[in-house]
């Protein structure tokens, strides 16, 4: 059976609805793209550790550090599975550090921006985990059959994380003037860049045509946006609190809200590495990996050893 | 002996919090993702015996008391963990080693807790042993694998035992308040050393040159390190910036 042949059983198998694994064929590109998206995906879970983990020393009560702790816990755990969806595409996981901490790879731009104060470990869960579920849950039916099994444990306790940052604000909402200016203060900060983690407008994204053809996305950047807009506009009613955008306001006609115009040059600023934090999340990603090369030789050599102690005996 | 129990229960919260505050600046930072994911594990469970343990000391007190003003509000020389909980994290070689001493320690005293007439520390003591026994276990094999891996591990492993060894005594001399309890900690020193002494030789490591040394004291009576001021400065600053809110 030729290529074509090949290429026209795989399309047939997606627009069937029939999931793709790890031992089927598939075009070269359909490869190379889940193993960017889904690495990239890893990358961000990890990365996506520092900034929360920045307060688990100074949560300001041993609930809320017990939350904390567990909830960045879960994204290392979200991180595992997810490189481990990418390993069966024939990518190792340390190829793939290699990729994060040269540059090559990237991670949701989201985490560059600074954790300043507590209010924003709440911000980060309704507003970023929130803009991270419209995403995964499209996701949950992507057609990579290992990515959407990972999705769909990621999702319930990316909901249940989105849940926890509601409450805290909600909290933070109900008491003293100074933690309602926090609570305000976070909103503001988190708005903006949580709009841009869908990524450029449709018309400028590069990636879109042949991942909606391959049913490796479902939405597009903008309508995956709205649906976010849209909820999320609502929810803060709730909070008592204000989005930063004197455009956003309800349309009858679309049935949306309207919202007014991202700061493109910030975004691809950050793209390019040139956030608040970009340098720092890298270092500290890389620090770790350098200094733990000593623990992985070390366990290697035990079980080295072991494996020969074994033999002999 | 009302104050001798609140006084113990604070002892055995603070040294769990304590540990697990430091053991938590793993998270995100660990040289392996299971592992990192591993000590988190630990530090949550460090944390919630501290919790119920905080719990316990706050219906004993009294008052306003919460786990929140028993942790959040007491000064350094209030705090009664011991020593070893607050010394650094320092490389994986040294926090390993930490969490294996305590672990091995934890695993004694709660055990004789079980026992224990006072009836919420004994169900504290059963529901926390569960998890004591996996702390050992896992930082056992890691003490394995860097004993017996590497020339460098093995170093490194040594230099954490000489860094830490000195603050092991003071588990075993007994507090004002243990005796009071008829609580003698000196009588879980055989078990431990055995326990610790063979993981220690499996692992090519050896106690001899350490066996006469000074033992520094003063945790359990709140005469700490240096260290604990720090600790306390990052765990304590939202309730001492912002005073009497909720969160």
Redesign the interface.
């Given at each position: 059976m030729g290529t074509h042949n090949l290429e026209e059983l795989f399309q047939n198998k997606i627009d069937l609805e029939i999931k793709i694994e790890p031992k089927n064929w598939m075009p070269e590109a359909y490869r190379k793209t889940n193993i960017r998206q889904i690495s990239q995906h890893a990358h961000s879970e990890?990365v996506g550790?520092?900034p929360e983990?920045n307060w688990?020393?100074?949560?300001?009560?041993?609930?809320?550090?017990?939350i904390l702790?567990?909830k960045?816990?879960d994204e290392?755990?979200h991180?595992?599975y997810l490189?481990a969806a990418a390993e069966t595409l024939g990518q190792s996981r340390e190829q793939m550090f290699n990729d994060l901490h040269s540059g090559k790879a990237k991670y949701s731009s989201i985490f560059n921006y600074p954790t300043l104060t507590?209010a924003d470990m709440g911000a980060i869960g309704w507003l970023v985990d929130g803009a991270a579920i419209m995403n995964q849950v499209m996701l949950t039916r992507t057609s990579y059959g290992p990515y959407a099994r990972a999705m769909v444990r990621i999702c319930k306790e990316e909901s249940f994380h989105q849940r926890q940052g509601f409450e805290?604000l909600w909290?933070?909402s109900k008491?003293?003037e100074?933690?309602r200016a926090l609570c305000q203060d976070a909103i503001n900060r988190w708005w903006w860049p949580a709009l841009m983690m869908f990524g450029p407008i449709d018309s400028e994204s590069t990636n879109s045509d042949m991942s909606m053809k391959w049913k490796i996305k479902r939405k597009t950047n903008d309508e995956l946006r709205q649906q976010f807009v849209d909820m999320i506009a609502e929810q803060v009613k709730l909070l008592g609190m204000t989005l930063p955008d004197p455009n956003l306001r309800w349309n009858e006609a679309r049935k949306h809200y309207d919202f007014g115009e991202i700061n493109w040059d910030e975004f691809w600023q950050v793209v390019k590495g040139n956030g608040p934090c970009n340098k720092e999340r890298l270092e500290?990603r890389k620090?770790?990996?350098e200094?733990?090369?000593?623990?992985?030789?070390?366990?290697?050599?035990?079980?080295n050893?072991q494996r020969t102690r074994n033999k002999a005996a | 002996m009302q104050q001798a129990l609140l006084d113990y229960t604070l002892y055995l919260a603070d040294s769990a919090?304590i540990l697990g505050?430091r053991n938590?600046?793993w998270?995100?930072?660990?040289?392996?993702?299971?592992?990192?994911?591993a000590i988190?594990?630990i530090?949550?469970d460090l944390?919630?015996q501290?919790?119920s343990l905080?719990q316990y000391a706050a219906q004993l007190n009294g008052g306003d008391a919460t786990?929140?003003t028993l942790?959040?509000l007491r000064s350094e020389r209030e705090y009664k963990n011991c020593l070893l909980a607050e010394r650094p994290n320092g490389?994986?070689a040294q926090t390993i080693l930490r969490q294996f001493l305590f672990s091995c320690f934890q695993r004694e005293l709660y055990t004789q807790l079980t026992k224990e007439k006072d009836t919420t520390l004994a169900a504290i003591a059963t529901k926390s042993l569960k998890e004591v026994t996996y702390h050992c276990r896992w930082s056992g094999e890691w003490v394995?694998?860097?004993g017996?891996?590497?020339a460098?591990?093995h170093t490194?492993l040594v230099t954490a035992l000489e860094n830490l060894w000195p603050y092991t005594g003071e588990l075993f001399k007994a507090a004002d308040y243990e005796l009071a309890m008829g609580l003698d900690p000196a009588a879980l020193q055989t078990n431990w050393l055995a326990a610790v002494q063979s993981t220690l030789e499996e692992a090519t490591l050896s106690l001899a040159s350490l066996a006469s040394c000074f033992m520094h004291v003063g945790g359990k009576k709140g005469v700490h390190t240096e260290e604990l001021g720090y600790i306390l400065t990052?765990?304590q600053?939202?309730?001492r910036a912002?005073p009497g809110?909720?969160?």
């Open positions: 990890i550790m520092l983990g688990i020393s100074r949560a300001p009560s041993l609930k809320r550090k017990a702790i567990a960045v816990q290392a755990g991180g595992l490189y507590w805290s909290v933070l008491g003293s100074e933690q500290a620090k770790a990996w200094q733990g090369a000593w623990v992985r030789e070390a366990a290697q050599a035990y079980a050893k | 919090l505050q938590s600046a998270c995100g930072h660990g040289p392996v993702l299971e592992q990192d994911i988190t594990n530090t949550l944390i919630g501290s919790r905080y786990e929140d942790a959040y490389d994986w394995l694998r860097l017996d891996g590497t460098e591990s490194r990052d765990l600053y939202m309730q912002y809110c909720d969160w």
